[in-house]
């Protein structure tokens, strides 16, 4: 999925408009030749930013959407009545370039809170992106949306005569809740706007709902959809789902594995679950912990703290039906799994070999599968391990 | 509260069995003439050591209790029907050398996690513990208990013909929900088993439960209290409540101060909120964000993460209600605060200077205030900083 290819009638663009101290590229628009319908999932935060309370009201409305501007380096939040009408501002430019209505315009932003948007660069910005929408423009629109991140992230998937792309950035104040990140996919096929918000929520729920990277909850995360139809195909709801699923999963693990100051690259499978919302509290509970993230950044097979954090997931486990494996890879189902090296059983450790369960621990991109012994559903998660870097990245971060 | 006497009829004393890799003191008791009633709190952990199962049951029987023995080095966790039989025969072994039966003697442990315990050792241990009792032992079982503690813990109140004294170890894996660590309190007041058990809850949730420092909730943590009465002196319930109470939050605060890699000490409280819950659940979401951690590591007033994570605490916060400040020191009713900065008010920060904010990061012990807006209940809770050393300490623990 490395192909940054639009759907058809989208087009997109990263300009440099002086936002981010880097220099670097940080307005991104994404847009559509006609109208769009659009579905969205916001951060649960209470402390919303103000374009996210803009977006609620906005999507909320079921208001056709026709582009998507989006400023990196200032995140617009805790900035009051002013910082509304900047997000007001900021799409009133869009759309007067765009010769749309404000009202069609999503605006989205990401870096520092507490600041208000700079106006004259942003005024100075909106145009010159406007001007440079193309249809190869998403890999530029990925980079200008970039803040910690090290790597742009796209993703597509391409069904007959249809589409889904999307971009993602994001790798700091990572956590389930819809409080991931900024993440834009748009599709040409032809899907209603019930569709649309039924296939979202069932994506998103496994896939940026499934990654963990410091367990902070942001204040700006969205994740919108546009669909314009003009494919002219109209896929069933399934495959609809099933091809958005896939690139929301793509793109959730690409914003993982590029947490912040990330050296490992973490898939928590958890079996033998009751619920697949069991499953997916007890993986995420031990994604979240700082013990485990610490010990697999010092590559060590410190099993005891992954059990503990299943303990304390708020869910009935029972230490006794508990089995943990590192190594290997996911579970397919009538296929043997090597490479396991299976370290917790019965509540207590099994026989394991120490240096095949450190060896374990040696890729970039490290499996564990925890069963829990009580039934037959399952849920994985995502995220990085927990290193000097991340520290050193964070201590500073405004200066 | 740095007198390290003991209330009257109580010994204690730490030797060196050999369990700690270090060669350091490793096996702590402390121990009553007479017999005592017990109250204690563990680890709401799924995941429970041997110790704790065994000491669930014990303190539930309303058994009295004569001695407690604790070993750091191996925490028994995780380690099955073995850790059970192994809890049980290092009661047998300080019953037999105190002359008391193995269901008067309490046991602790704390360390590795999924290691059995060396029997030997502890056999051998136990005896020169026993022998080691005497009235000034509390300095020495309280540096026993240690480890990755930095410095010993005690803290002792005295009141008219009565104390408590008490100990604690703990520097990660901590956080509230009685999740917290080791910590044994003695008393020589005449009280109730009701009393005591009703003071210990009340007193455990405004202390232990109100301190974290990484969000990891133990497996082992256990907070027990024994009262022999020997002082002849009754207090009140309240005013006994208020002496636990105050070597509580005494021991808590050493626990987060110590807080491994720690190099600030925060102090969070958290004002006008509906209730004391809402208050505490505020103020611990913000002392276990990773990104608020690292920012006071870097002497970075950066209150945009302090009222993010206001906003993601699962309260119904306001943000245009709350007000933060950083600097100064707890409210005192009818005080002026002076030193505070006000950095943040309806919903968008102040016109602060940030020299001034930044200033107030400067010192050691860090105080701010976060006020809700929204009540008259208020909490108090402690903290540490996310440091590089944290991730040292922890990427390598087991080697």
């Known amino acids: 999925m490395t192909d940054q290819s639009l759907p058809k009638g989208f087009r997109a663009a990263g300009v440099i408009a002086g936002i981010k101290k880097s220099g670097k590229a940080d307005i991104a628009i994404i847009a559509s030749d006609t109208d769009c319908i659009a579905a969205a999932v916001f951060t649960t935060n209470k402390m919303k930013a103000a374009p996210v309370l803009r977006g609620i ?13 989006i400023n990196a380096g200032c995140a617009n939040a805790c900035t009051g009545r002013q910082g509304l009408q900047n997000a007001n501002k900021t799409a009133q430019l869009t759309a007067r370039a765009l010769k749309a209505k404000p009202a069609e315009v999503f605006v989205m932003s990401t870096g520092v809170i507490g600041v208000q948007l700079p106006m004259e660069k942003v005024t100075a910005g909106v145009p010159l992106a406007v001007a440079a929408l193309h ?56 899907v209603s706007a019930a569709v649309l918000q039924a296939a979202l929520k069932n994506a998103s729920k496994r896939s940026f709902n499934r990654i963990s990277v410091d367990g902070d909850t942001s204040t700006n995360d969205t994740l919108l959809v546009l669909a314009n139809g003009a494919s ?37 499978e958890v079996t033998g679950a009751k619920t697949e919302r069991m ?57 043997k799994n090597t490479g396991q090296v299976h370290v917790f059983a019965k509540g207590m450790p099994t026989r394991y070999s120490e240096a095949a ?43």
């Open 57 to 69: 009201e906005q999507v909320g409305s079921g208001q056709p959407i026709r582009a998507v501007l």
């Open 135 to 190: 249809a190869d423009g998403l890999a530029d629109a990925a980079a200008a949306i970039m803040t910690t991140d090290t790597v742009p992230k796209t993703a597509r998937v391409e069904r007959e005569g249809w589409s889904v792309s999307g971009t993602a950035k994001g790798s700091g104040m990572i956590h389930p809740n819809m409080a991931t990140m900024l993440s834009v996919i748009v599709t040409d096929a032809q």
């Open 232 to 268: 002219g195909v109209k896929p069933t709801a399934a495959e609809f789902q099933a091809a958005l699923e896939d690139v929301c999963i793509s793109l959730a693990q690409q914003v993982a594995r590029d947490g912040e100051g990330a050296t490992k690259f973490i898939t928590i």
């Open 279 to 335: 499953a997916e509290n007890v993986g995420r509970t031990i994604a979240k912990s700082p013990l485990v993230k610490t010990a697999f950044y010092g590559e060590d097979a410190n099993w005891g703290r992954i059990t503990c954090a299943a303990g304390y997931s708020g869910e009935d486990v029972v230490p006794e039906k508990m089995s943990l494996w590192f190594g290997g890879a996911p579970q397919v189902k009538g296929k």
């Open 357 to 399: 369960a450190t060896n374990a621990m040696k890729p970039h991109d490290i499996f564990i599968r925890l069963d829990l012994g009580l039934g037959e559903a399952s849920a994985t998660v995502w995220t990085c391990d927990f290193s000097h870097e991340y520290v050193t990245i964070n201590g500073k971060y405004r200066t």
